[in-house]
């Protein structure tokens, strides 16, 4: 499976702030926010990853993360010029999907909870149709909402209504057959101009082959579309990484416990970093680690 992180759009709830950069490269915490989504997809199995973003925000992530064989990745990149919608990611991806399937994730998206690998494993054993999520939310009319019934099937799906018919909302995490692009192409453009989400969705839930998993308890769906959520998201990473002195959505360490990079390229990476405690973190893991090999040996 391929995986796209699509860092689009204004970030216009954020304003002042994303106009000095996308909103997807503010922090959260001790970390860009993009950092969080493309754990996910890491976490999912997926190692070829396109990313889609702003012409002036592109440039950055090509600075940051390069071709991603660092972290054991391949990743490319592809612009998204103008505000066209999340479905059009598939569009721009085209050749990068090549009928596979894709797993598309909003790099605004911050998910957490122990449950989180039932997650993992759906989207890496998927093969077929389309596969949402959906997350209990207080303000469902902000997102995309989903209607169910009794037996948790999809009854409804509305792109930020006015009056929503459940809290049940799309947390910004998609996966797709190969036949998204096709399906992709032949939608019309919303009212707001913009080739939407819900829409190819329910184009897949005509056909009976939309499928969805609730995320309920042991599930956290962090929101940063205000100042205050981002500054609330970030409370609560700050507080899971105290209580057991372990970061959580760390690229670099998530690259060296799947074995896409082994110890001497973890230590490489934590060394070209500027002296900070990211840095020691990473450095502690290597050093443990080290000892850990050494007394083995002996």
């Given at each position: 499976?391929?995986?796209i992180?699509?860092?689009?759009?204004e970030?216009?709830?954020?304003?002042?702030?994303?106009?000095i950069?996308?909103?997807?490269?503010?922090?959260?915490?001790d970390?860009?926010?993009?950092?969080?989504?493309?754990?996910?997809?890491?976490?999912a199995?997926?190692?070829?990853?396109?990313?889609?973003?702003?012409?002036?925000?592109?440039?950055?992530?090509?600075?940051?993360?390069?071709d991603?064989?660092?972290?054991?990745?391949?990743?490319?990149?592809?612009?998204?010029?103008?505000?066209?919608?999340?479905a059009?990611?598939?569009?721009?991806?085209?050749?990068?999907?090549?009928?596979?399937?894709?797993?598309?994730?909003?790099?605004?998206?911050?998910?957490?909870?122990?449950k989180?690998?039932?997650v993992?494993?759906?989207?890496?054993?998927?093969?077929?149709?389309?596969?949402?999520?959906?997350?209990h939310?207080?303000?469902?009319?902000n997102?995309?909402?989903?209607?169910?019934?009794?037996r948790n099937?999809?009854?409804?799906i509305?792109e930020?209504?006015?009056?929503?018919?459940?809290?049940?909302?799309l947390?910004?995490?998609?996966?797709?057959?190969?036949?998204?692009?096709?399906?992709?192409?032949?939608?019309?453009?919303?009212?707001?101009?913009?080739?939407?989400?819900?829409?190819?969705?329910?184009?897949y839930?005509?056909?009976?082959?939309?499928?969805?998993?609730?995320?309920?308890?042991g599930?956290?769906?962090?929101?940063t579309?205000?100042?205050d959520?981002?500054i609330?998201?970030a409370?609560?990473?700050?507080?899971?990484?105290?209580?057991?002195?372990?970061k959580?959505?760390?690229?670099?360490?998530?690259?060296?416990r799947l074995?896409l990079?082994d110890?001497?390229?973890?230590n490489?990476?934590?060394?070209?970093?500027?002296?900070s405690?990211?840095?020691?973190?990473?450095?502690?893991?290597?050093?443990?680690?080290?000892?850990?090999i050494?007394?083995?040996?002996?």
């Amino acid at each position: 499976m391929k995986g796209i992180l699509l860092a689009g759009g204004e970030g216009s709830r954020l304003y002042p702030l994303t106009r000095i950069m996308g909103k997807h490269l503010l922090p959260v915490y001790d970390k860009p926010m993009f950092n969080y989504s493309l754990c996910l997809l890491m976490l999912a199995g997926i190692r070829e990853i396109l990313i889609i973003s702003t012409p002036r925000d592109l440039p950055r992530f090509k600075f940051l993360l390069r071709d991603g064989s660092h972290l054991g990745l391949s990743i490319t990149y592809a612009l998204q010029p103008e505000r066209g919608g999340i479905a059009e990611a598939f569009i721009i991806g085209e050749s990068f999907i090549d009928y596979r399937p894709v797993c598309l994730v909003l790099a605004d998206t911050i998910l957490a909870g122990f449950k989180l690998a039932e997650v993992f494993n759906k989207i890496s054993v998927f093969s077929r149709g389309g596969m949402v999520f959906g997350c209990h939310v207080n303000d469902p009319g902000n997102y995309g909402v989903i209607e169910i019934d009794k037996r948790n099937m999809i009854i409804s799906i509305e792109e930020k209504p006015t009056k929503p018919r459940s809290n049940y909302a799309l947390p910004g995490l998609f996966v797709f057959d190969g036949k998204v692009f096709d399906y992709a192409s032949s939608l019309k453009p919303s009212s707001r101009g913009e080739l939407e989400i819900t829409d190819l969705c329910k184009m897949y839930l005509g056909i009976g082959e939309l499928s969805i998993d609730l995320l309920g308890r042991g599930y956290s769906w962090l929101e940063t579309g205000t100042p205050d959520q981002i500054i609330e998201s970030a409370k609560v990473i700050k507080t899971m990484e105290q209580q057991n002195n372990l970061k959580h959505f760390c690229v670099e360490e998530t690259a060296y416990r799947l074995g896409l990079i082994d110890l001497g390229q973890l230590n490489k990476i934590a060394r070209a970093m500027k002296p900070s405690s990211y840095s020691t973190y990473l450095l502690e893991i290597v050093e443990e680690d080290s000892s850990a090999i050494k007394k083995k040996t002996l």
